[in-house]
């Protein structure tokens, strides 16, 4: 019989962390799921640790195949999975032991419900520490509550709500994604199923855990501020077609935020690159759009001390900074 649901996990260099990932899942207080990973590499580690776990439950199944980016593994996994309920699992992430029985719970008992996400709270790659505010909280997730609809001015407003989201097989938009969409996938699911006519809903429970990796596809101000372009441009599409006054001026104040961290992190990735010229630029915009505290500080660092803000952003990117001070990543 088809399980109740299936996990979707597209797997590349994560052999370190995937079985702590794969027990998590296995932790749950619902136990009918399948965990569907895709080696997405291959990796002959990774293949090794998944098939030890998958001996010992029948409920794990792996695929092998060629690397073809996130988009391509995790259409590889639905493409496999039997489960009435779908969910992107990062190889990385964790969940809470009753992710499925709360998230599962809604979608049972409301069937004009097309998917529901929650919060999740933060734990530092390098330490294994939590850090200070959930993803919700920290990335400024729109939230809607479990009896209140997301719309697509909420999300154009603010970032997407958790990607580990359980949402109806029928409805499973990855179905023509594109691979450039990578570093925003999650984002455009959620828009794709709130102008696709579904109805989206977010607990506001921390039933998920966000690994803050420093080899994130979101990590270091090269890969922020190709995420805030990519960003942009997709909201600016789907606003396109689907909006409509209330959406379009909601685009418009947004732009003007997006501007502004582009002026923030661009200043920080010309300084990595040895451009001073274009980080003052960069600052420069940041100022002009929003003058607080945050901008004062970067742009003294950006004309004061270039060549310190260089080296921080560095030790950020590689993992140097947290494995000398701890203090410095997770905020202890």
Request: aromatic fraction near 6%.
């Amino acid at each position: 019989m088809a399980p109740r649901f299936s996990f979707l996990t597209t797997a590349h260099r994560t052999e370190h962390v995937i079985g702590a990932t794969v027990r998590s899942v296995q932790a749950q207080t619902d136990p009918d799921w399948e965990l569907v990973v895709v080696d997405n590499g291959p990796s002959d580690r990774m293949a090794r640790t998944v098939r030890r776990l998958a001996a010992a439950d029948p409920r794990i199944r792996l695929l092998r195949r060629e690397n073809d980016g996130v988009v391509g593994g995790i259409r590889a996994a639905a493409g496999a999975a039997r489960g009435r309920y779908l969910a992107q699992l990062n190889s990385d992430d964790l969940l809470h032991p009753r992710w499925a029985e709360r998230l599962g719970g809604v979608l049972d008992a409301r069937p004009e419900v097309t998917a529901v996400s929650c919060d999740a709270w933060r734990f530092d790659d390098v330490t294994g520490l939590p850090l200070p505010g959930s993803y919700d909280e920290v990335w400024g997730a729109a939230r809607s509550g479990p009896d209140t609809a997301l719309t697509l001015a909420d999300l154009v407003e603010r970032m997407c709500p958790y990607y580990t989201a359980a949402v109806r097989r029928e409805a499973w938009p990855f179905t023509g994604l594109h691979q450039r969409d990578a570093v925003v996938t999650d984002m455009v699911v959620f828009l794709r199923l709130v102008t696709g006519g579904g109805t989206v809903v977010s607990l506001p429970e921390r039933l998920a855990g966000y690994r803050e990796a420093s080899s994130s596809l979101s990590r270091g101000p090269h890969a922020e501020l190709a995420v805030e372009r990519a960003r942009a441009r997709v909201l600016a599409a789907f606003v396109e077609r689907h909006g409509g006054p209330a959406e379009k001026a909601a685009l418009d104040r947004e732009r003007e935020r997006s501007r502004y961290r582009q002026g923030v992190v661009g200043s920080r990735s010309a300084l990595l690159d040895g451009d001073r010229a274009g980080a003052r630029r960069a600052i420069r915009e940041a100022l002009r759009l929003r003058r607080d505290r945050r901008t004062l500080a970067v742009a003294a660092g950006v004309h004061l001390a270039p060549a310190i803000v260089g080296r921080l952003d560095r030790g950020y990117r590689d993992g140097t900074l947290a494995r000398r001070f701890p203090a410095a990543v997770t905020g202890r």
